[in-house]
C-alpha cells in the first residue's frame, strides 16, 4: 500500500467527505473479488491496470459491480493491441456493448462500454481477444 502525506488525510475531512479511514480500501491487484455488493456502482475504470494474465476476471468482476447500463471506461497503451476488433468482441461477449472507441491517440487506446447484462459466453469459452500484449516502452 503506498504512504499518503498528511495532508492527503485531512483534504477530505475538509471538504466534509469524513475521514480517508473510513473509506473502503481499494482492492489488492491480486484480489478478483472486490468489496462490493453487486450492481452497486454507476462507473468502473482501469486505465492502465489490465496488465495481468486474468484479464476477463477483472472484467467480469466489473460487470458484477455495474448496475445494469452501467458505464465501463478502458484507457490502455495502444502497443499492447494486436487485434482491436478482436479485443473488443472479447468484451461484447462479457456483457457490454461499444458505446465508443478512441484510436486516434499514438500512445493510448481508450474505450467506454455499456453494461447490457451478465457475460453471454460459459467460464469455460477461451476468449482469444483478451490476451494482450506486454507494454513496450521506448527510451526517450
Known amino acids: 500500500m503506498f504512504e499518503e502525506p498528511e495532508w492527503a488525510e485531512e483534504a477530505p475531512a475538509a471538504a466534509g467527505l469524513g475521514p480517508v479511514s473510513s473509506w473502503p480500501r481499494p482492492a489488492a491487484a491480486s484480489k478478483i473479488k472486490v468489496p462490493l455488493e453487486d450492481e452497486s456502482v454507476d462507473v468502473a475504470v482501469f486505465c492502465l491496470s489490465l496488465m495481468g494474465t486474468n484479464i476477463r476476471d477483472f472484467l467480469e468482476e466489473a460487470n ?7 458505464l465501463l471506461k478502458v484507457a490502455e497503451v495502444s502497443s499492447r493491441f494486436e487485434d482491436v476488433r478482436t479485443f473488443l468482441g ?3 461477449k462479457l456483457g457490454f456493448k461499444v458505446i465508443s ?3 486516434t491517440n499514438s500512445h493510448f487506446f481508450l474505450f467506454d462500454f455499456q453494461k447490457t447484462g451478465p457475460p ?3 467460464p469455460k469459452t477461451q476468449l482469444s481477444g483478451l490476451k494482450l500484449q506486454p507494454c513496450l516502452y521506448k527510451r526517450r
Request: glycine share 18%.
Open 64 to 70: 458484477r459491480v455495474l448496475k445494469p447500463g452501467g
Open 90 to 92: 472479447a468484451v461484447t
Open 101 to 103: 472507441k478512441d484510436l
Open 120 to 122: 453471454r459466453v460459459g
